[in-house]
């Protein structure tokens, strides 16, 4: 092939912008944005995430994963005959989480998805690192198990059966390699495509970017146009998750669409894995999902400020959500 000719794209013959290596493709910037909206559509009807008629809360951080997932269902919303709402959850991480709300909320603007905000501060009285500080665990752990007990509430709240995880290919890829070496079998089964949701207190997740690069996440919502927030969580650490990640990178590099391939076997083995031992319970305080008698959150909350906020939470987020 002659070094100096122009690569064009695949589906329309002008100059190519990108080439996807795992799909031998090379596409234009209109293309590839059809090119993965179409992977999404497809996910999504692959792994039956979304049923005709029902309505979707989408969690919104303000980074190019979540934005590129709410593009992209936001256009397909006709098509697959589904009704799409989006939350944000404020964490008051200083010199980070007022950027993130800030570009969620425009991402909602341009999509014209109607959405909601949590504001951890208003809400509870204190932020991520405060919390983290009082109770003695790391901001991570605290924060992970925040954004999963508002986000699940505010769909409890909201009436909706299924709340969308805009988490890409590379990371689940990662999450589950990383459960597997620490045989936490039972965890991997919740990194699947899609979780059932439980008895009206429990939502369902769908990951929809289950199958799309993160690469492809940033370049989707660059050539849209959208802003994202590109900065890491300060607060974030890495460590084993880093290294199985260059590992899978290897991998990927050696044969493209290696984590797809992995990705699909996955999903195809989750209903082998082990089921949990003890059925989901409800937090005898507020009445969400707890392992124990008490819920995480519950727990949290009493330990940082004398008393359990759960109860107390689902009043003020049933009205913040109200409007959705
Ligand atoms: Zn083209
Ligand atoms: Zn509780």
Redesign the pocket.
Known sequence: MNPLREVLCSRCGNPAAIYLRYARLNFCKEHFLDYILGRVENTVRRYRMIRSGSRILAAISGGKDSSTMLLTLSKLTGKLDFDLVALHIDLGIDGYSSEARSIAEEVCRITGVRYAILDLEDLVGLNIPELSRKIRRPPCSVCGAVKRYLLNLAGVEVGVDTVALGHHLDDLAVYIVKNFLLQNLEDIRKLGPKTEGYDGFLVGRIRPLYEVYERDTALYASFVGIPYQSMECPLHSMGVEDRIRTFLDGMEEDSPGFKIAFLRSIARSIPKYPQPQSEVRR?S??G?P?QSG??S??RMTMRALGK?L?LELRGKVREIVSKL
């Open positions: 937090c305080l507020c969400m707890s008490i819920c959150f519950c359990p759960g």
